[in-house]
């Protein structure tokens, strides 16, 4: 329509068309073009506020990356990129009436239109992420998230936040785009006008003399070129030298204005020249489109520690590679786990590998004396290990097994009541974690003691910290000792693992024994072992159940095998607690049936167990309530508080109930249980995930060896 009235049309078709037809095709287009001109002000509007208010959270959300004064010192750069995407941007918007431009018109308005809606994606997306889970996005492993239904339903946890973060977005833009527009119009005008004036004063007359004279041509390009800067001045100025300054029809704005933008132009322009090279400031300065392109690549650069003492020039030219030692006990045939050590037998130069010898960071413990009050324990043959069984505690902080006065849980409670807790919140925590405090050795608020008196018996480490803050690089790195892949997400599926797992250490341990002795049915020590993973929880999630093998396992069990009838006789008697799996009591039977299996067969048990139930969002199975109230209030982040307190609590009897089964079948004394957390939550901050979190929170664990015949030791060496 638009080509139709102002590209120009013969007299005849005019004709064709009549007054009549012709009159409402004007009007039309005239409607037309004051709904585009709304579009490109409230996308634009979409824009800016979509830039900036991603801007803002990615500042607080590292706020503490930057020592406070820099931060305010610096912190104008950061908006930089944002500023200047945004001004050109307005110029793509800004409407362009001349015939040989208007594709630059056409071309404006849809980036702007696809500009807006990426964005605003994007920031509702970061928002909502955000304030869910009290982290960002890292939009450049977006392509590398997990893209299995348990990741999509992951995805879609979150989409009322997305919803309501872009509706508010919508809603401020559409009531401040005439504003916004408007305003950034004026800051374009601005530069138009200089512009402008340095083409008519210098460059314009260069121009004219080397055009050849005589031109016949009544319309250059050179007028569509003053023109396009017209176009470009502040809109809806007066062009008449009555009202207004004026350079070849653009609108010079008031020079208090003017004086404004140059100078918050040339302070940005200075500030960012003298801003000194540091990978922070970078990091902080990109802006919103830009960030699945760039921070992928390593940085080398040098980090500022802030007066942290020690220096490490003194780890340079060190490694901690070296020949893998000949091992005779090995069987001939390779074993899954040990292939490094197969690699090359004989005279050959053998390949390179982890050596904990070798490694300057390494503290090792061996050669010092074993403890007196264990030799004590062992010299007298009291301590019999039939079964061995790991248990990985999810989102399990140190401060909560058991939850104890001074810890950091605790003291957030207290605070929620004014350091006045009801005498029947008491009793609730009182009864919250008996069976952490009998394992460790540890009172809990209020309690009278009893578990924690006489204690079950074993080592507890008080300050143990996690290997990775991700539940499957938290997993590998306790089962096989090693040091997860420094990379988002679960990889260790799809590389090498340097070092033989436990399922792959007993393994060995039964080729060795074949080929030597057989087994005696009164001497358990002749046994072959059997590993076994369980948990309530899907392995569809981020490829587990790839990993789970390639640790060792062959035999494992979880929501998939509880659910599928032809492989488990004991399916779920209560629904699903959360997207991700079954409450933990649905493995009760499963963890009982492996225990008489592994005597009746004369089989040592290995059994590794995840618990799930203490995964956000901590709902949990009936008559236990998530929101029983435990905390003084459920504002802000004491509702998560409360919740996960109640999840830790319900996880507690879980374990009382393993225990009892390991009376019940007869081999509580002979049975080590390991139980380990896999990482903490920040739950008292507001985080639900230790994801992008460097809070202490996150890292500090619960660790317990834990036997019958074994005295209480407390280790609080880290």
Same mark, same amino acid.
């Given at each position: 329509?638009?080509?139709?009235?102002?590209?120009?049309?013969?007299?005849?078709?005019?004709?064709?068309?009549?007054?009549?037809?012709?009159?409402?095709?004007?009007?039309?287009?005239?409607?037309?073009?004051?709904?585009?001109?709304?579009?490109?002000?409230?996308?634009?509007?979409?824009?800016?506020?979509?830039?900036?208010?991603?801007?803002?959270?990615?500042?607080?959300?590292?706020?503490?990356?930057?020592?406070?004064?820099?931060?305010?010192?610096?912190?104008?750069?950061?908006?930089?990129?944002?500023?200047?995407?945004?001004?050109?941007?307005?110029?793509?918007?800004?409407?362009?009436?001349?015939?040989?431009?208007?594709?630059?018109?056409?071309?404006?308005?849809?980036?702007?239109?696809?500009?807006?809606?990426?964005?605003?994606?994007?920031?509702?997306?970061?928002?909502?992420?955000?304030?869910?889970?009290?982290?960002?996005?890292?939009?450049?492993?977006?392509?590398?998230?997990?893209?299995?239904?348990?990741?999509?339903?992951?995805?879609?946890?979150?989409?009322?936040?997305?919803?309501?973060?872009?509706?508010?977005?919508?809603?401020?833009?559409?009531?401040?785009?005439?504003?916004?527009?408007?305003?950034?119009?004026?800051?374009?005008?601005?530069?138009?006008?200089?512009?402008?004036?340095?083409?008519?004063?210098?460059?314009?007359?260069?121009?004219?003399?080397?055009?050849?004279?005589?031109?016949?041509?009544?319309?250059?390009?050179?007028?569509?070129?003053?023109?396009?800067?017209?176009?470009?001045?502040?809109?809806?100025?007066?062009?008449?030298?009555?009202?207004?300054?004026?350079?070849?029809?653009?609108?010079?704005?008031?020079?208090?204005?003017?004086?404004?933008?140059?100078?918050?132009?040339?302070?940005?322009?200075?500030?960012?020249?003298?801003?000194?090279?540091?990978?922070?400031?970078?990091?902080?300065?990109?802006?919103?489109?830009?960030?699945?392109?760039?921070?992928?690549?390593?940085?080398?650069?040098?980090?500022?520690?802030?007066?942290?003492?020690?220096?490490?020039?003194?780890?340079?030219?060190?490694?901690?590679?070296?020949?893998?030692?000949?091992?005779?006990?090995?069987?001939?045939?390779?074993?899954?786990?040990?292939?490094?050590?197969?690699?090359?037998?004989?005279?050959?130069?053998?390949?390179?590998?982890?050596?904990?010898?070798?490694?300057?960071?390494?503290?090792?413990?061996?050669?010092?004396?074993?403890?007196?009050?264990?030799?004590?324990?062992?010299?007298?043959?009291?301590?019999?290990?039939?079964?061995?069984?790991?248990?990985?505690?999810?989102?399990?902080?140190?401060?909560?097994?058991?939850?104890?006065?001074?810890?950091?849980?605790?003291?957030?409670?207290?605070?929620?009541?004014?350091?006045?807790?009801?005498?029947?919140?008491?009793?609730?925590?009182?009864?919250?974690?008996?069976?952490?405090?009998?394992?460790?050795?540890?009172?809990?608020?209020?309690?009278?003691?009893?578990?924690?008196?006489?204690?079950?018996?074993?080592?507890?480490?008080?300050?143990?910290? @996690?290997?990775? /803050?991700?539940?499957?690089? #938290? &997993? $590998?790195?306790?089962?096989?000792?090693?040091?997860? %892949? !420094?990379?988002?997400?679960?990889?260790?599926?799809?590389?090498?693992?340097?070092?033989?797992?436990?399922?792959?250490?007993?393994?060995?341990?039964?080729?060795?024994?074949?080929?030597?002795?057989?087994?005696?049915?009164?001497?358990?020590?002749?046994?072959?072992?059997?590993?076994?993973?369980?948990?309530?929880?899907?392995?569809?999630?981020?490829?587990?159940?790839?990993?789970?093998?390639?640790?060792?396992?062959?035999?494992?069990?979880?929501?998939?095998?509880?659910?599928?009838?032809?492989?488990?006789?004991?399916?779920?008697?209560?629904?699903?607690?959360?997207?991700?799996?079954?409450?933990?009591?649905?493995?009760?039977?499963?963890?009982?049936?492996?225990?008489?299996?592994?005597?009746?067969?004369?089989?040592?048990?290995?059994?590794?167990?995840? @618990?799930?139930? /203490?995964?956000?969002?901590? #709902? &949990? $199975?009936?008559?236990?309530?998530?929101?029983?109230? %435990? !905390?003084?209030?459920?504002?802000?982040?004491?509702?998560?508080?409360?919740?996960?307190?109640?999840?830790?609590?319900?996880?507690?009897?879980?374990?009382?109930?393993?225990?009892?089964?390991?009376?019940?079948?007869?081999?509580?004394?002979?049975?080590?249980?390991?139980?380990?957390?896999?990482?903490?939550?920040?739950?008292?901050?507001?985080?639900?995930?230790?994801?992008?979190?460097?809070?202490?929170?996150?890292?500090?664990?619960?660790?317990?060896?834990?036997?019958?015949?074994?005295?209480?030791?407390?280790?609080?060496?880290?």
């Amino acid at each position: 329509l638009h080509c139709l009235t102002d590209v120009g049309l013969m007299a005849s078709q005019r004709a064709i068309l009549g007054t009549r037809s012709w009159a409402i095709l004007l009007q039309l287009q005239t409607s037309l073009a004051r709904i585009c001109h709304a579009l490109r002000k409230f996308c634009f509007s979409v824009i800016c506020f979509s830039i900036v208010l991603s801007k803002l959270l990615h500042i607080w959300a590292h706020l503490d990356s930057v020592p406070p004064a820099k931060l305010c010192l610096w912190s104008p750069t950061f908006f930089g990129q944002d500023l200047l995407l945004i001004y050109i941007l307005r110029i793509c918007v800004q409407p362009v009436d001349l015939k040989s431009w208007q594709i630059l018109d056409v071309l404006g308005t849809t980036l702007a239109i696809l500009t807006s809606l990426v964005v605003l994606f994007m920031a509702s997306s970061n928002i909502s992420f955000y304030f869910f889970t009290g982290a960002e996005i890292h939009w450049r492993l977006l392509s590398k998230f997990h893209h299995d239904s348990a990741g999509f339903k992951t995805f879609l946890y979150g989409l009322t936040g997305f919803l309501i973060s872009a509706g508010v977005i919508l809603l401020v833009s559409w009531l401040l785009a005439s504003f916004v527009y408007d305003f950034w119009g004026n800051v374009v005008g601005v530069f138009s006008w200089i512009m402008q004036k340095i083409w008519g004063n210098a460059i314009r007359p260069v121009v004219g003399r080397m055009r050849k004279s005589g031109s016949s041509s009544s319309h250059t390009d050179s007028d569509d070129e003053e023109h396009l800067l017209k176009d470009l001045g502040p809109p809806g100025s007066p062009t008449t030298k009555e009202s207004v300054d004026t350079v070849d029809g653009v609108a010079r704005p008031g020079k208090l204005y003017c004086t404004l933008v140059l100078v918050v132009t040339v302070a940005l322009i200075i500030m960012r020249a003298v801003r000194p090279h540091d990978y922070a400031y970078s990091f902080l300065s990109w802006v919103l489109p830009l960030s699945p392109f760039v921070g992928g690549s390593r940085c080398f650069e040098s980090v500022e520690l802030g007066g942290m003492p020690g220096r490490d020039g003194w780890l340079k030219g060190r490694t901690s590679l070296d020949v893998p030692p000949h091992w005779d006990f090995l069987p001939q045939d390779s074993m899954p786990g040990f292939e490094d050590w197969y690699s090359c037998r004989g005279i050959c130069k053998r390949k390179l590998h982890y050596s904990p010898g070798k490694d300057p960071l390494h503290i090792d413990n061996l050669g010092d004396p074993i403890l007196d009050t264990l030799r004590k324990a062992f010299d007298q043959d009291e301590v019999s290990i039939k079964h061995i069984f790991f248990i990985k505690l999810e989102s399990t902080r140190s401060d909560v097994f058991p939850v104890r006065e001074g810890g950091h849980m605790f003291n957030t409670v207290e605070e929620s009541y004014d350091h006045k807790i009801p005498k029947e919140i008491q009793e609730r925590f009182a009864k919250l974690t008996p069976t952490a405090e009998w394992l460790t050795g540890m009172s809990g608020p209020f309690s009278d003691n009893t578990s924690a008196a006489s204690p079950r018996g074993g080592l507890v480490a008080t300050d143990a910290f @996690t290997t990775g /803050t991700y539940t499957l690089k #938290s &997993l $590998p790195g306790s089962l096989c000792g090693i040091t997860p %892949l !420094v990379a988002d997400f679960n990889r260790e599926y799809n590389h090498h693992i340097y070092q033989p797992c436990l399922p792959h250490i007993f393994n060995m341990l039964n080729a060795v024994a074949n080929e030597t002795q057989q087994a005696q049915t009164d001497d358990y020590l002749t046994w072959p072992w059997e590993s076994r993973y369980m948990q309530s929880v899907t392995d569809t999630y981020d490829n587990q159940a790839p990993l789970t093998p390639k640790m060792g396992f062959h035999d494992w069990i979880t929501k998939e095998t509880l659910e599928d009838p032809e492989k488990w006789k004991h399916p779920p008697t209560t629904k699903p607690v959360c997207l991700y799996g079954y409450p933990d009591e649905e493995l009760r039977e499963s963890i009982h049936d492996a225990i008489e299996d592994a005597e009746t067969n004369h089989k040592r048990l290995f059994l590794t167990h995840l @618990t799930g139930t /203490t995964h956000e969002p901590w #709902s &949990l $199975p009936k008559p236990w309530d998530r929101n029983r109230e %435990l !905390v003084g209030h459920t504002d802000g982040a004491l509702k998560i508080v409360q919740r996960y307190l109640n999840a830790i609590g319900y996880d507690d009897q879980w374990m009382k109930t393993i225990f009892d089964m390991l009376e019940e079948t007869g081999i509580a004394n002979q049975t080590l249980v390991v139980l380990a957390g896999d990482h903490g939550v920040s739950v008292p901050e507001g985080a639900i995930t230790p994801y992008d979190d460097y809070k202490v929170g996150a890292f500090h664990v619960p660790f317990v060896f834990s036997h019958a015949s074994l005295p209480p030791i407390t280790i609080s060496a880290p």
